[in-house]
């Protein structure tokens, strides 16, 4: 092979490995939304209306801890720490049943056990909290079909 040829192979192999390093690191800077909109697919009935989180407030305002909602348990231990990949709830929380294996929660109880359990305990510190007890204040009215 020629020497300009191996240079040329060179700048162009270096210039593929550059493009596929950024996105590679672009798939995974995901977004922390300022807003989320619960609304899974899959229930065995699908009863109440979606819920809306107010994400970015809960973190800043609230001051409650990204670690706090979002996890991988490793031997009984959370290992998750911020700027880690973050999976869907419903990822490991099947919305049927709870899984045997990992002893994740069905969907439904793992949102109600994360939201609903951290309010109820400020509550009981006499604190600022969210809503527990009212559904409507979190769930919006179903639409009729
Ligand atoms: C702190 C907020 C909060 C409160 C209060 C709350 N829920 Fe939920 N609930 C959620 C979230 C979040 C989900 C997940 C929504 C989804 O995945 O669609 C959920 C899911 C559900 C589901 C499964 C999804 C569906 O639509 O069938 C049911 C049933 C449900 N809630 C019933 C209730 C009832 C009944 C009450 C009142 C006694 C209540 N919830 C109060 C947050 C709340
Ligand atoms: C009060 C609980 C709570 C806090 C605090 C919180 N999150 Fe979340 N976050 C959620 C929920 C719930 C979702 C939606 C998950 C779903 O759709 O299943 C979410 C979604 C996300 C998503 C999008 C995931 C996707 O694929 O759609 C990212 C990224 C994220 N959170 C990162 C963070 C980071 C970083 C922090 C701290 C700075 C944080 N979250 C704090 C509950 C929380
Ligand atoms: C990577 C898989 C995975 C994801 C994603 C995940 N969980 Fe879990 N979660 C688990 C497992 C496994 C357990 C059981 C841990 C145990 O009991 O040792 C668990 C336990 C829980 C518990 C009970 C223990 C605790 O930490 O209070 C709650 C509540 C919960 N999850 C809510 C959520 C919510 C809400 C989300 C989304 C914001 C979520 N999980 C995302 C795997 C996951
Ligand atoms: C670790 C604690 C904690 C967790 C977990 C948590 N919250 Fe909250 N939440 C708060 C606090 C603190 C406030 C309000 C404090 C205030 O008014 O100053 C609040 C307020 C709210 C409010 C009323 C005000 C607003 O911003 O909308 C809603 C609705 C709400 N939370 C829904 C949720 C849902 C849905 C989840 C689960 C996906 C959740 N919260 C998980 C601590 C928590």
Redesign the pocket.
Known sequence: MSKRFLTILTVVLSGVIFLAAGVLVAADKQEVPDEVI???KG?K???????K?THKKHNVEYKVACAECHHVYEGGKNVWKEGDHVDKC?KCHD?KKKNKKTKAMK??NA??KN??NC?KALKKEGKPT??????N???AKKKKK
């Open positions: 619960l609304q899974n229930y009935k699908d009863k109440k209306g979606p819920v989180l419903n919305p969907l439904q949102y109600h939201c609903k309010h969210g809503p527990f007890k009212k559904c204040q979190c769930h």
